[in-house]
Antibody, heavy 119, light 107 residues
Framework: EVQVLESGGGLVQPGGSLRLSCASS????????MSWVRQAPGKGLEWVST????????YYADSVKGRFTISRDNSKNTLYLQINSLRAEDTAVYYC????????????WGQGTLVTVSS | DIQMTQSPSTLSASVGDRVTITCRAS??????LAWYQHKPGKAPKLLIY???TLESGVPSTFSGAGSGTEFTLTISGLQPDDFATYYC?????????FGQGTKLEIK
């Protein structure tokens, strides 16, 4: 069974940093693109970032570019999101999502981890 | 960036009804479109990819259609478990974008 489990969320002050993790199992992590998607309170889903299989080129939404860094450790089947210079508008549930085998859709998702940015 | 617009934003229906949700892209995305179901506090669930391909394990009461800029998700014979929020998402190129969501409510 495919499982992705996020951790690392919490309450952080504006300007602070967090590192989110996503532990994966039940599929071949090394051959799957991985992404982060977030949902702010009362809002819809927002794609945040994707790291392809190779982990070389990475992609970001304009709203997080320069502040967030996605990475993967294929030896640990784990995805990361380093989030810096946090703003109130970054408050959201952050979901880890596995890329589908036929393109940029997301075929398995975690339950999410909540990041709250507040003083 | 490609904008995705869903309609309606809210849809009220009864168990057994057939409903259709529309998703429009601001430019052609061929068939690079996915649909998801999302319930509060749960992980989103993939329903359909490549506009009309049903994900394994998803009931055949769900169907997708369209290409280019206009797409539909149809649920035939609504079940109580189907009441949720539905999102479309394009994956033609980065940045990927989602529609704003359609909340399907019980009438």
């Amino acid at each position: 069974e495919v499982q992705v489990l996020e951790s690392g969320g919490g309450l952080v002050q504006p300007g602070g940093s967090l590192r989110l993790s996503c532990a994966s199992s039940g599929f071949t992590f090394t051959t799957s693109a991985m992404s982060w998607v977030r949902q702010a309170p009362g809002k819809g889903l927002e794609w945040v970032s994707t790291v392809p299989v190779s982990g070389g080129v990475t992609y970001y939404a304009d709203s997080v570019k320069g502040r967030f860094t996605i990475s993967r450790d294929n030896s640990k089947n784990t995805l990361y999101l380093q989030i810096n210079s946090l703003r109130a508008e970054d408050t959201a549930v952050y979901y880890c999502a596995k890329g589908g085998p036929w393109g940029g859709y997301f075929d398995s998702w975690g339950q999410g981890t909540l990041v709250t940015v507040s003083s | 960036d490609i904008q995705m617009t869903q309609s309606p934003s809210t849809l009220s229906a009864s168990v057994g009804d057939r409903v259709t949700i529309t998703c429009r892209a601001s430019q052609s995305i061929n068939s690079w479109l996915a649909w998801y179901q999302h319930k509060p506090g749960k992980a989103p669930k993939l329903l359909i990819y490549k506009a009309s391909t049903l994900e394994s394990g998803v009931p055949s009461t769900f169907s997708g259609a369209g290409s280019g800029t206009e797409f539909t998700l149809t649920i035939s014979g609504l079940q109580p478990d189907d009441f949720a929020t539905y999102y479309c998402q394009h994956y033609l190129s980065y940045p990927f974008t989602f529609g704003q969501g359609t909340k399907l409510e019980i009438k």
